[in-house]
């Protein structure tokens, strides 16, 4: 199964952006790289300046389904033309694009008695290790494949078995101890709560959610590190999901990336920050976030100093453990 393409045909009757929201940004885009590529016109010959100018434009059709028009060149690019880092102002342009793109679709909360799925990937040393949880919406319930083996003889345990876990009431379990854990669908009802606005909206998660601050972290860190947790979420409302584009756009050194692939190979855009000395919280180099091109569906994540390289493969609402979208 196409897990994107079933993303898309189940999203095939929420409203198109409307026009007149995206053309501004369409507008600046489009007049960023025109511009850059004409300061690369001014500063190599001919031939480069063609090459560098292409590679721009593909990169911006794949970012937002737009065709840019070189000075002197009508031509259409394709997307194969290769990662390409845009500037600050592109940049943001793009994730304002991103985030008027999902903000306009209708976000459905599961029923209480249905269940999350979510097919990932780690990469552990290079070796990739896939794994399916389900989690039930109202925190009473998960299962996993491979399981998990238990403490003692394992003589009999079958990792290709389904475990399912019951348990009491998770929600009632916070609120009497206030405890981080949060269920799924307190978790999703928090981030509906939250204004639209990425300014307010930050100070609100960076009050409430559960990831401690670090001393010496300064904002932009901790905003990245909020949101690079935040986007782990199977389910996050449209309007924060919109609301996560345009604060990525507010953070110092953002920079997207088209033409990239994420770590299953699967091509993509990528949002990323580089860190040249160890941050507070231990993070250093290169940080990047992947989308798809065309749904913006998060994807997965890297870092340089190896602590994480992990995909999403599948996810999707279910009505049973061990159902799959």
């Known amino acids: 199964m196409n897990e994107l393409s079933e993303f898309?045909?189940?999203?095939?009757?929420?409203?198109?952006p409307d026009a007149d929201r995206l053309a501004a940004p369409r507008a600046r885009l489009t007049a960023v790289v025109q511009q850059e590529?004409?300061?690369?016109?001014?500063?190599?010959?001919?031939?480069?300046?063609v090459l560098i100018g292409a590679a721009t434009a593909g990169a911006l059709a794949v970012t937002a389904g737009i065709v840019a028009t070189l000075p002197d060149d009508t031509t259409r690019v394709s997307a194969g033309e290769g990662p390409q880092?845009?500037?600050?102002?592109?940049?943001?342009?793009?994730?304002?694009l991103a985030a008027a793109t999902v903000e306009k679709r209708h976000g459905t909360e599961p029923g209480p008695k249905q269940w999350v799925y979510e097919k990932s990937t780690v990469f552990v040393q290079g070796k990739p290790q896939?794994?399916?949880?389900?989690?039930?919406?109202?925190?009473?319930?998960?299962?996993?494949?491979?399981?998990?083996?238990?403490?003692?003889?394992?003589?009999?345990?079958?990792?290709?078995?389904?475990q399912v876990w019951y348990g009491p009431n998770q929600e009632e379990k916070w609120k009497k101890e206030r405890y981080d854990d949060r269920s799924q669908r307190q978790f999703y009802r928090f981030l509906a709560t939250l204004p639209s606005d990425p300014d307010r909206m930050?100070?609100?998660?960076?009050?409430?959610?559960?990831?401690?601050s670090v001393k010496g972290e300064t904002r932009a860190q901790r905003d990245w590190r909020e949101i690079d947790v935040l986007y782990r979420s199977v389910l996050i409302p449209p309007k924060v999901q919109a609301g996560l584009f345009r604060?990525?756009?507010?953070?110092?050194?953002?920079?997207?990336?088209?033409?990239?692939?994420?770590?299953?190979?699967?091509?993509?855009?990528?949002?990323s920050v580089t860190y040249a000395g160890k941050t507070p919280s231990g993070w250093q180099g290169k940080q990047e976030i992947f989308?798809?091109?065309?749904?913006?569906?998060?994807?997965?994540?890297?870092?340089?100093?190896?602590?994480?390289?992990?995909?999403?493969?599948?996810?999707?609402?279910?009505?049973?453990?061990?159902?799959?979208p």
């Open 8 to 16: 898309r045909r189940l999203r095939a009757d929420a409203p198109l």
């Open 37 to 49: 590529t004409r300061l690369e016109r001014a500063a190599l010959p001919r031939r480069r300046m």
């Open 85 to 96: 880092v845009l500037s600050a102002g592109a940049s943001a342009d793009a994730l304002e």
């Open 130 to 162: 896939s794994s399916e949880e389900w989690t039930r919406w109202d925190g009473t319930g998960h299962a996993n494949l491979p399981g998990i083996p238990p403490a003692g003889d394992i003589s009999d345990f079958d990792p290709d078995e389904l």
């Open 202 to 212: 930050m100070k609100r998660i960076r009050q409430e959610h559960a990831i401690d």
């Open 247 to 271: 604060a990525l756009a507010k953070i110092p050194g953002a920079r997207v990336t088209t033409g990239v692939k994420d770590p299953l190979g699967r091509p993509a855009i990528g949002v």
């Open 291 to 324: 989308f798809d091109p065309e749904s913006y569906a998060y994807l997965g994540q890297t870092r340089d100093d190896g602590q994480i390289v992990s995909a999403r493969g599948a996810w999707g609402v279910v009505n049973k453990p061990g159902a799959r």
